[in-house]
Every structure is written in C-alpha cells, then in structure tokens.
C-alpha cells in the first residue's frame, strides 16, 4: 500500500471497521457480560492493530456503505432475481428446446475492483446466468438463453453497480 492510500484511511474508517466487526462480533455471541464485553473489544483492537500493522487497511476494506443507492440496488436485484426465477421456470417447463446456451464476453464500464466484483456476483445471483471469468472490464458470462445476454449488454446492471461508486 502507498503512503498516500495509506493517509486515505482516515480514523473514522478504523471506527466504522471497529463497530461492524463489534457489531458482528455481538450477534455471533450475543454475551452481554462485561467481562466477555471487554474481551471481545479487546480482541477487535488486536485484529485491527495487526492487520494495520500488515497494511491490509484500506478503503476497499471499509464495511459496505449503507446509503440510498446500496438499498435501491439491493431491491432492484430482489426483483431481478425474481423476474429470472420465472424466465428459468418457463424454460423447464418448455424443456431442451427452449434453451440455448451461450457463452460470451461483455465490457463492464466499472472503475473499482469491488464494483466489478458486484457485478459478476449479481450476475451470478441472478438465475440462469453465470460469471466466469473477469480480467480487466471483460466479464465471461453463461447464459441459458441469448434473451439473457441481449438483457446484460442493454447495460442496466452495469449502470446501477456504476452508481454505487458514488
């Protein structure tokens, strides 16, 4: 890490980590002893201090910002999920031939490696496609239908993760 990705780690990123893992810590236990209390604190302190000390501190390990675009994304994908469980269900039922099976690349407009890395796993999330491979902004995918592909390259999803940059 660069001494100037190293300033951008400001004290209230340490603080926001500090309370998610707290957070997460408390509901994996669910102790409300003091005793218990402080040690789990303590413990938090010490991941933190050593994985400081290792430089693996940076903005990308932030805990996911909860704001309007992450919480209109997530509905979004809901439905998308949705919407693809039908596609998939009528292509069952229709049987073998309705399926046509497609493997190609599609470019991503994402700056960020966790952007890209949302938007493969939506892709994956939603059924009857598939993220295989990602190297750059070219995004491998398997469809079980080219409607499927048409959908990807019409840029929705990729527009939506774009704005969770912001």
Same mark, same amino acid.
């Given at each position: 890490?660069?001494?100037?990705?190293?300033?951008?780690?400001?004290?209230?990123?340490? *603080?926001?980590?500090?309370?998610?893992?707290? *957070?997460?810590?408390?509901?994996?236990?669910?102790?409300?002893?003091?005793?218990?209390?402080?040690?789990?604190?303590?413990?938090?302190?010490?991941?933190?201090?050593?994985?400081?000390?290792?430089?693996?501190?940076?903005?990308?390990?932030?805990?996911?910002?909860?704001?309007?675009?992450?919480?209109?994304?997530?509905?979004? *994908?809901?439905?998308?999920?949705?919407?693809?469980?039908?596609?998939?269900?009528?292509?069952?039922?229709?049987?073998?031939?309705?399926?046509?099976?497609? *493997?190609?690349?599609?470019?991503?407009?994402?700056?960020?490696?966790?952007?890209?890395?949302?938007?493969?796993?939506?892709?994956?999330?939603?059924?009857?496609?598939?993220?295989?491979?990602?190297?750059?902004?070219?995004?491998?995918?398997?469809?079980?239908?080219?409607?499927?592909?048409?959908?990807?390259?019409?840029?929705?999803?990729?527009?939506?993760?774009?704005?969770?940059?912001?």
């Amino acid at each position: 890490m660069t001494q100037e990705n190293k300033s951008s780690v400001v004290p209230n990123h340490r *603080l926001v980590l500090f309370l998610t893992l707290a *957070l997460f810590w408390w509901i994996n236990s669910n102790y409300s002893n003091p005793l218990l209390l402080s040690l789990g604190a303590g413990s938090i302190m010490l991941v933190l201090y050593i994985a400081q000390k290792m430089d693996v501190i940076d903005q990308e390990t932030h805990p996911i910002r909860l704001n309007t675009s992450m919480i209109n994304y997530a509905f979004w *994908l809901v439905k998308q999920v949705i919407l693809s469980n039908i596609s998939v269900v009528k292509h069952i039922w229709m049987g073998n031939k309705s399926i046509t099976p497609v *493997l190609t690349t599609i470019n991503t407009q994402q700056c960020s490696d966790i952007n890209k890395v949302i938007y493969a796993n939506s892709i994956t999330l939603t059924p009857g496609t598939v993220a295989i491979d990602l190297i750059d902004n070219q995004l491998t995918v398997h469809a079980l239908d080219h409607s499927d592909i048409d959908i990807l390259k019409a840029g929705e999803m990729d527009r939506r993760v774009k704005e969770l940059e912001k």
